[in-house]
């Protein structure tokens, strides 16, 4: 069950409206790496977790909390688009000035023309959230190493976004996800290395039977220079095998051998006569059945 409080999880406020920079926003509402994606990614990855409260109760701790974080994002940007957009673009036009006329057209349609000067679950560019962006694989290990990337990006952005602005108010609540973000690296990466001392590195756990062990701890060079070798070599992977490098890879699957297709999907130029007489000869014959 969820219950939504009025009361916002931080501050998400600014200090003046910024039309601009609530374009700028987008990214870390509906981006990729942004609020929504980390909301349904944890929450996903948390039904389907049976039989590990422990790791279950924090992904769903973390989805809920990412809610109270795309709630925060749609209101600063709320609040940045007041007053100004509409009415100084338009004035900016009537206006004749090219240079001005270009600043404000910075601004993203989506929220002037489709969400009525609000947040949009979209990337400022106008490309819609979607979840082909999460992750839910049901493997623990793997959805927690996507978990950490997806905090890492996250928070780059947001640091990004925080050196793109002087307005206090919008520094305050980037400064808070920051400080979200960080824990919720350093969370992951904990359940991260007690689940591959459990299980192993390796994901999925309990297969290396099956691979091609030749091939399994060979960093095989397939670019120019070997400057890649200083970080295999000597050293032990972290399931305790060697690495080895491999500076000219041999090719082990021959050539490759495959028949042509059909010469009527082909349709090439010499065929092309043949293939429109055939054509000609199943439209005919679809027409007798009916």
């Known amino acids: 069950m969820f219950k939504h409080t009025k009361e916002l999880q931080y501050n998400a ?11 700028r926003l987008q990214e870390s509402l509906g981006g990729q790496w942004g609020e929504m994606t980390g909301m349904m990614s944890y929450l996903s990855q948390g039904w389907s977790t049976v039989g590990n409260e422990k790791y279950r109760d924090l992904l769903l701790d973390t989805g809920t909390e990412e809610i109270g974080h795309v709630e925060m994002l749609a209101t600063m940007i709320g609040h940045l ?19 001005l006329a270009a600043v404000m057209s910075g601004m993203d349609p989506n929220q002037a023309v ?39 990006m996250g928070r780059l952005q947001v640091t990004r976004l925080y050196h793109m602005t002087k307005d206090k108010g919008i520094r305050d609540m980037l400064s808070y996800l920051m400080a979200r973000e960080t824990q919720h690296q350093l969370q992951f990466i904990q359940a991260q290395e007690e689940l591959e001392e459990k299980y192993g590195v390796v994901v999925p756990h309990g297969t290396q039977d099956l691979q091609h062990t030749e091939f399994s701890h060979t960093l095989m060079n397939f670019s120019e220079g070997e400057e890649s070798k200083e970080l ?22 021959g050539k490759a051998d495959m028949k042509p297709g059909p010469e009527e999907m082909r349709n090439t130029q010499e065929d092309k006569e043949k293939t429109v007489e055939e054509g000609r000869k199943i439209i005919e014959s679809q027409k007798d059945m009916k």
Do not use: C, H
């Open 114 to 152: 489709v969400s009525g000067l609000n947040a949009s679950l979209n990337n400022p560019n106008g490309t819609p959230w979607n979840a082909g962006y999460t992750a839910s694989s049901g493997n623990l290990l793997a959805d927690m190493r996507y978990n950490v990337t997806r905090e890492s």
């Open 13 to 23: 406020k600014p200090e003046a409206p910024d039309p601009l920079m609530a374009r």
């Open 232 to 253: 295999v070599e000597g050293k032990t992977a972290k399931d305790g095998k060697p690495f080895e490098y491999e500076s000219n890879p041999t090719a082990q699957g």
């Open 81 to 99: 688009l007041e007053d100004a957009p509409v009415n100084i673009q338009e004035n900016v036009y009537q206006s004749g000035d090219p240079a």
